[in-house]
């Protein structure tokens, strides 16, 4: 279950901004406080920097937890009725927005920003807007919307924008294609779902260590199945056993004593806890896709699971599953359906999975509006502040569980 934890009366999500080579390079920080405004709601709240800085702002990369800026959206208010709190100039870019009134004021106090040591970004660039030519002079990240402005503009644009010596954001990115397309114009950073997309290679078949996986998988759904008929199975790859035992021992769970072996762990933990880390390698990469996806699979199946026990939906462990396996297909670069066939699950999750059918289907959607920052298409389960509460102790449990996969590989 959650733990305590500060109530920031704000729902909140992240979104990363990757590098050239699909890294983690910084979140954006996308929430509403009650009155629906963005950062005015944090004035004078040390203990939510604190959280931002914690939760909001960590990764684990390479086996180690680190903190990674956050661009944090502002108001012309916040910025300009001096009550902005003295942000750590490592931690935080100050993100303004593209619909500011843009006056002398605004202006004197970006540059009193600047000159402070903050690294400040600019959102919702018009290139036939003149008034924010000044702010060209002064920012250090230009974000450009490549939908809104469209491709065939945006090469133009970037050459013409050049003398400003900016690091440009592309966002909105939504394919693969776009990526590529970016990443030839010069772009040095990338915002947008074109990560979370399949490229499907038809004929593509579950391979390597996935088949024992699935293997395990099926022998786990049997209602027969023991811990030694799993064991047996697992005991073909030495290593990939290690390596569950690995994650099952990690921080993540809190366990009182050492797991020592997988029939250890059934006896420990029950074949339903089992099933969900063979499904946690299932899901991992073989090292040929981003961290971030993997984080985010995690991170989802862990929120869907909070959800479902808090609104006391059966099975919770099913809706981790659904969670989890949701960008399946992208991790294996196959369509969902097709995926489907060669994974032994129930029809309810794979109706889930396909279609977002169901219960399993119906969390899932609600945790998909809230990462994306969607905040007025949520049904409302609950209370706002328990959407916030359980995205951050899921970002904060997938990074203990990176860690350990990190280590562990």
């Known amino acids: 279950m959650v733990e305590e934890a500060e109530d920031l009366q704000v729902l909140m999500a992240r979104q990363p901004i990757y590098t050239k080579s699909q890294d983690v390079t910084a979140f954006e920080l996308l929430f509403r406080d009650s009155e629906g405004k963005f950062v005015d709601g944090l004035k004078d709240k040390e203990a939510t920097l604190g959280v931002?800085?914690?939760?909001?702002?960590?990764?684990?990369?390479?086996?180690?937890?680190?903190?990674?800026?956050?661009?944090?959206?502002?108001?012309?208010?916040?910025?300009?009725?001096?009550?902005?709190p003295d942000l750590p100039r490592q931690s935080f870019i100050i993100e303004i927005l593209g619909h500011s009134k843009i006056s002398p004021a605004l202006i004197e106090r970006v540059k009193s920003l600047a000159n402070d040591g903050y690294r400040l970004a600019l959102a919702d660039y018009n290139p036939t807007d003149p008034r924010f030519g000044p702010l060209l002079n002064v920012v250090h990240v230009l974000k450009l919307d490549i939908q809104k402005l469209g491709m065939k503009n945006v090469q133009t644009l970037v050459q013409k924008l050049r003398p400003f010596q900016l690091e440009l954001l592309a966002d909105k990115v939504e394919t693969k294609e776009e990526?590529?397309?970016?990443?030839?114009?010069?772009?040095?950073?990338?915002?947008?779902?074109?990560?979370?997309?399949?490229?499907?290679?038809?004929?593509?078949?579950?391979?390597?260590?996935?088949?024992?996986?699935?293997?395990?998988?099926?022998?786990?759904?049997?209602?027969?199945?023991?811990?030694?008929?799993?064991?047996?199975?697992?005991?073909?790859?030495?290593?990939?056993?290690?390596k569950i035992l690995k994650v099952v021992n990690s921080a993540a769970f809190n366990l009182r004593r050492e797991i020592t072996s997988l029939s250890h762990a059934i006896a420990m933990l029950g074949?339903?806890?089992?099933?969900?880390?063979?499904?946690?390698?299932?899901?991992?990469?073989?090292?040929?896709?981003?961290?971030?996806?993997?984080?985010?699979?995690?991170?989802?199946?862990?929120?869907?699971?909070?959800?479902?026990?808090?609104?006391?939906?059966?099975?919770?462990?099913?809706?981790?599953?659904?969670?989890?396996?949701?960008?399946?297909?992208?991790?294996?670069?196959?369509?969902?359906?097709?995926?489907?066939?060669?994974?032994?699950?129930?029809?309810?999750?794979?109706?889930?999975?396909?279609?977002?059918?169901?219960?399993?289907?119906?969390?899932?959607?609600?945790?998909?509006?809230?990462?994306?920052?969607?905040?007025?298409?949520?049904?409302?389960?609950?209370?706002?502040?328990?959407?916030?509460?359980?995205?951050?102790?899921?970002?904060?449990?997938?990074?203990q569980v990176m860690q350990a996969l990190q280590s562990a590989a």
């Open 271 to 399: 074949m339903d806890q089992v099933r969900r880390w063979v499904m946690l390698f299932l899901a991992n990469s073989n090292g040929d896709k981003p961290d971030d996806l993997t984080r985010n699979m995690l991170q989802r199946g862990r929120m869907c699971e909070l959800l479902a026990e808090m609104t006391g939906r059966p099975e919770p462990i099913n809706h981790f599953i659904v969670g989890l396996l949701s960008q399946l297909d992208v991790m294996m670069d196959m369509d969902m359906s097709e995926l489907m066939d060669q994974v032994p699950l129930h029809h309810d999750i794979k109706a889930a999975l396909i279609n977002r059918d169901g219960s399993y289907g119906e969390v899932l959607q609600e945790v998909e509006h809230y990462e994306r920052g969607e905040f007025e298409h949520l049904r409302k389960m609950l209370d706002r502040h328990f959407y916030e509460v359980s995205y951050r102790h899921s970002l904060s449990w997938a990074t």
């Open 179 to 242: 990526f590529r397309s970016c990443l030839e114009m010069g772009f040095e950073l990338y915002m947008g779902y074109f990560l979370s997309k399949p490229e499907p290679v038809k004929g593509r078949k579950i391979s390597g260590n996935k088949v024992l996986l699935i293997q395990l998988l099926t022998e786990l759904q049997k209602p027969n199945a023991t811990a030694q008929s799993v064991e047996e199975i697992a005991l073909n790859d030495p290593a990939l056993t290690f």
């Open 52 to 84: 931002l800085m914690g939760a909001y702002s960590s990764i684990s990369r390479g086996g180690e937890v680190q903190n990674v800026p956050c661009f944090l959206k502002v108001t012309d208010s916040f910025l300009l009725d001096n009550e902005m």
